[in-house]
């Protein structure tokens, strides 16, 4: 590697400055912001420190060639220019990114297969083996950004995104990713409270993101330091006598720093949060020294200590669908502060900056930041009584007469099709579909264990006043669960904007949490948070009813197989053999998910296979039962 080698950092928007300023402090020279990250340059022991040090970054990217690439084959040819058994054991395993925007190569796919190609071809050539493909832990994830038929090729030191830090084995719904908890805490100006003895109080702390975050920064602990994958370490050029020098030098930090770490509390009233947040802080490492308590908003008062920082991510109607209380809510958050925490900081992280004025509280100051797509604001306080203002009930929702006719369709929907599905064996349906167009949504039900409401938002146009329409989903959203008679934790909002590539099959969340819905003999998993949709396409009910009656002793292929529901329907309706077939691992584990719910188990004659290919964040493979 050059003494001087060129760096890139991709971070999540809104980053780019705190990221310069912490990569600067870890030695990087040349740092210039960029719209995607920061490019930078150092030397190896920079690179590495970045990956262990950087609390704001997603990837640290080394490229190793700049080339036009106009064509497929362009494409392929540069990149078996690079040596590559200087990076990569032959017989090693490999993994290819590929991103590309206002090019002549448009499929993303197949341009990262063809890099594969090049790669694989020229060490098999060489060396007479050949490297395989692993998407979960390549010995080298190589990353090509192509734009305007320009590519950049990188290495990817990191192999997987420095947000993960290692101690999170489980989240609540609508978790912070750990990068941006840390800028949350940095614009908070966390450090300086905590170097001054500060206690800081998370009085929402769902999954412990925050507490976490904050008690790393607090003792001076790289945050990558419980990671054990990185992108170098069976890198060919990788110095294992450096990076094991810095892991020791960080572990001293640690140990030092741990002896400094002033209080750190969290409540949430939610005990499976609580119970997750404890054993996230474990595996950080901090057990016995952050304290998480059950507790609701109203019991929430300060423990023993100085005062520091009071941070909350309260919800903000964007994911978890609550809009209608929201605004009792912050102002009950106001309350307590105003009661309880005089003398301290607060820091309010919201993507809907108005629930913050029913606070009674003045903001002195606020910054920007992106929580994926939504735009939020960091709003920050000083808790005493010169800021506080007049105190004001929060407004109720006023019920207009758009939202009294949403309430009646919707109970005529529910009064019809609810008979009708019952008469019919239907436990999962379209109950409302954008009916009324200034209500434009689609409500699904699913009756499982319990009933559950999926609501969709379709996008306005641009024609559409953003105001009257977010009006008009909040009145929607507070109608919803009474005309369905559910609380509102069992309703799951998300909203449906045009699709660009594969982003509808990106993940929302990380919940993991899955419900068992019947159709006819069939029984599927369904989950509601962590997908834009669920994993049952209920449009397809007839021709997955149809399939079933077709398919008695035949053999059955499944093309872009989804999750596998018509290739039940005709295992259960006889079918004497049936392959499915999807680009995506996570739908055929699924779909196997689905087949062994419904005694599908693969045996002798019903074997189970996979074949993939790399692509730009997608899998590929095949399922035979």
């Known amino acids: 590697m050059h003494l001087n080698q060129a760096l890139f950092a991709s971070c999540p928007k809104g980053l780019e400055l705190l990221l310069a300023d912490e ?40 490229p190793l060639k700049e ?25 090693g395993t490999l993994a290819v990114d590929f991103t590309v925007t206002a090019s002549q190569i448009t499929h993303s796919h197949y341009a990262a297969l063809k890099v594969k190609d090049a790669i694989v071809d020229q060490l098999r050539e060489q060396h007479g083996v050949r490297p395989s493909v692993d998407t979960a832990r390549p010995d080298v994830r190589i990353n090509v950004y192509l734009h305007r038929d320009q590519a950049i090729l990188s290495l990817d030191l990191s192999a997987e995104s420095l947000h993960r830090r290692g101690y999170r084995a489980q989240a609540v719904e609508a978790p912070l990713k750990e990068n941006l908890a840390a800028a949350i805490l940095l614009r908070a100006n966390w450090p300086t409270i905590a170097k001054d003895g500060g206690t800081l109080v998370d009085l929402m702390c769902g ?12 003792a001076d602990a790289a945050p990558g330091l ?47 949060a609580v119970r997750i947040a404890q054993d996230n802080i474990r595996r950080a490492g901090f057990e016995n020294r952050i304290g998480v308590t059950q507790r609701t908003l109203a019991e929430s008062t300060p423990e023993p ?5 009071v941070i909350v991510n309260p919800p903000y109607g964007e994911r978890l669908g609550e809009t209608a209380d929201l605004p009792a809510l912050y102002a009950e958050l106001g309350t307590q502060l105003k009661t309880h925490f005089d003398g301290w900081r607060a820091a309010i992280f919201t993507g809907n900056p108005d629930l913050g004025k029913n606070m009674g509280l003045r903001a002195q100051r606020y910054h920007v930041l992106w929580n994926g797509a939504i735009e939020c604001r960091l709003l920050h306080f000083e808790i005493g009584e010169q800021w ?15 939202m009294q006719m949403f309430e009646n369709r919707l109970r005529k929907d529910f009064k019809h099709f609810g008979r009708w599905a019952r008469r019919q ?15 434009n949504l689609a409500v699904d039900i699913y009756e499982s264990d319990k009933r559950f409401v999926h609501v969709q938002e379709y996008e306005a146009p641009d024609t559409i006043d953003p105001r009257k329409a977010q009006t008009r989903l909040r009145e929607a959203l507070a109608v919803i669960p009474q005309v369905l008679e559910i609380p509102p934790e069992q309703m799951f909002f998300k909203q449906r904007r045009r699709q660009k590539g594969g982003t509808q099959y990106e993940k929302q969340d990380e919940t993991g949490e899955f419900h068992e819905v019947r159709e006819g003999p069939c029984q599927f998993l369904v989950n509601f948070t962590d997908y834009l949709d669920t994993g049952l396409f209920l449009d397809h009910r007839i021709t997955r009813t149809m399939v079933g009656e077709l398919a008695k002793n035949k053999r059955f292929l499944n093309l872009f197989g989804y999750t596998g529901t018509a290739t039940v329907h005709a295992a259960l309706a006889g079918a004497s053999a049936s392959a499915t077939v999807d680009m995506s691992y996570t739908y055929l584990d699924w779909a196997q998910r689905n087949f062994k719910l419904n005694g599908m188990d693969a045996n002798a004659m019903n074997s189970c296979r996979r074949t993939c290919w790399n692509g730009s964040r997608k899998t590929g493979g095949a399922v035979t039962i």
């Open 226 to 272: 419980n990671r054990n994958y990185f992108g170098f370490l069976y890198w060919r050029q990788h110095d294992a006598a450096m990076w094991q020098r810095l892991v020791d030098e960080a572990n001293d930090r640690f140990d030092a720093g741990m002896t400094q770490l002033p209080p750190i509390h969290g409540y949430d009233m939610d005990t499976r």
């Open 67 to 91: 080339f036009p690439a106009r064509t497929p084959e362009e494409l392929y040819d540069a990149v078996r220019t690079i040596r590559w058994d200087e990076h990569l054991a032959p017989d």
């Open 388 to 402: 506080a203002v007049q105190e004001r009930a929060p407004r109720p929702l006023e019920i207009s007469a758009g």
């Open 23 to 62: 990569l600067r402090a870890l030695g990087a020279e040349n740092v210039r912001e960029t719209r995607a990250g920061v490019e930078f340059a150092g030397t190896l022991e920079t690179a590495y420190r970045a990956c262990l040090w950087s609390r704001l970054a997603s990837r640290i990217l080394m």
């Open 207 to 218: 999954s412990g993101t925050l507490l976490i975050e904050a008690a790393l920064m607090a």
């Open 305 to 309: 200590g100085k005062p520091g920082l």
């Open 425 to 439: 064996d239907v436990f999962a349906y379209r109950l409302y579909d954008a009916d009324l167009h200034e209500y």
